[in-house]
C-alpha cells in the first residue's frame, strides 16, 4: 500500500466551500478628508473661503483612492460642503463615503459582495474562514452571512479543520 493512499483528507473531502473575505478586500489606498481644516477657526466654514479652496485645490491627488470625508471638530459645517468635496473628488476617487475609515471599509466590502453570484453557493456548506491576514471588519463578516443565509445549506466560521457553527438550514 502506498503511503499516499494511507492518509485521506477529510476537510478537501469534506464538501465544504471556504469563503476567504480578504479575497474582497479594495487594494486600493484609503484616506480621511477631514473638513476641519476648511473651517476659520476651526468653528464654522465661509462659503467664499471655501469655494476659493474648491477652485484651487488639486483634486487628481485622490486618483484611485477610497476616500472617507469627514468633520473631527464640533463645527457648523453646511450638508452643501460635504457635497461640493464629493463632486469634485468622485472623478478621480474610486470611492468616497461620509464618515469613518470603519464607514470606509464597510462600503468598500458590501460593493464587492454585490459583485457575487450567490447562486455559486446555493445549496453549499460554507465555512467563512477566520483567520485573515488583513483586517477584515465585522461588518462584512455580518454582512456575508446575511447574503448567504437565505440560500446555504449550513455557515460556519473559522477553519475547516476548526470551525464555529453559525447556521443550519432545517430540511
Same mark, same amino acid.
Given at each position: 500500500m502506498?503511503?499516499?493512499?494511507?492518509?485521506?483528507?477529510?476537510?478537501a473531502?469534506?464538501?465544504?466551500v471556504?469563503?476567504?473575505?480578504e479575497? *474582497? !478586500?479594495?487594494?486600493?489606498?484609503r484616506?480621511? %478628508?477631514?473638513?476641519?481644516?476648511?473651517?476659520?477657526h476651526g468653528l #464654522?466654514?465661509?462659503?467664499?473661503d471655501?469655494?476659493a !479652496?474648491i =477652485?484651487?485645490?488639486?483634486?487628481?491627488?485622490?486618483?484611485?483612492?477610497?476616500i472617507? +470625508?469627514t468633520?473631527?471638530?464640533?463645527?457648523?459645517?453646511?450638508?452643501?460642503? *460635504? #457635497?461640493?468635496?464629493?463632486? =469634485?473628488?468622485? $472623478?478621480?476617487?474610486?470611492?468616497?463615503?461620509f464618515?469613518?475609515?470603519?464607514?470606509?471599509e464597510?462600503?468598500?466590502y458590501?460593493?464587492?459582495?454585490?459583485?457575487?453570484?450567490?447562486?455559486n453557493?446555493?445549496?453549499?456548506?460554507v465555512?467563512? =474562514?477566520?483567520?485573515?491576514?488583513?483586517?477584515?471588519?465585522?461588518?462584512?463578516?455580518?454582512? +456575508?452571512?446575511?447574503?448567504?443565509?437565505?440560500?446555504?445549506?449550513?455557515?460556519? %466560521?473559522g477553519? $475547516?479543520?476548526?470551525?464555529?457553527?453559525? %447556521?443550519?438550514r432545517?430540511?
Amino acid at each position: 500500500m502506498d503511503i499516499q493512499e494511507k492518509f485521506v483528507n477529510k476537510v478537501a473531502a469534506s464538501g465544504l466551500v471556504t469563503l476567504n473575505l480578504e479575497e *474582497y !478586500f479594495h487594494k486600493g489606498e484609503r484616506l480621511v %478628508y477631514d473638513i476641519k481644516d476648511n473651517l476659520f477657526h476651526g468653528l #464654522m466654514l465661509k462659503e467664499q473661503d471655501f469655494r476659493a !479652496f474648491i =477652485k484651487e485645490h488639486n483634486w487628481e491627488q485622490y486618483q484611485d483612492k477610497n476616500i472617507a +470625508i469627514t468633520c473631527s471638530t464640533d463645527a457648523i459645517v453646511p450638508t452643501w460642503a *460635504y #457635497m461640493l468635496l464629493a463632486n =469634485k473628488m468622485k $472623478p478621480f476617487a474610486n470611492e468616497i463615503v461620509f464618515g469613518s475609515l470603519e464607514t470606509l471599509e464597510t462600503v468598500l466590502y458590501t460593493k464587492a459582495f454585490a459583485k457575487i453570484d450567490l447562486n455559486n453557493f446555493a445549496g453549499e456548506r460554507v465555512v467563512i =474562514k477566520g483567520c485573515a491576514d488583513l483586517e477584515v471588519p465585522v461588518s462584512a463578516y455580518v454582512e +456575508i452571512t446575511s447574503l448567504l443565509t437565505p440560500i446555504v445549506k449550513s455557515i460556519m %466560521y473559522g477553519e $475547516p479543520c476548526s470551525t464555529v457553527p453559525i %447556521y443550519k438550514r432545517k430540511d
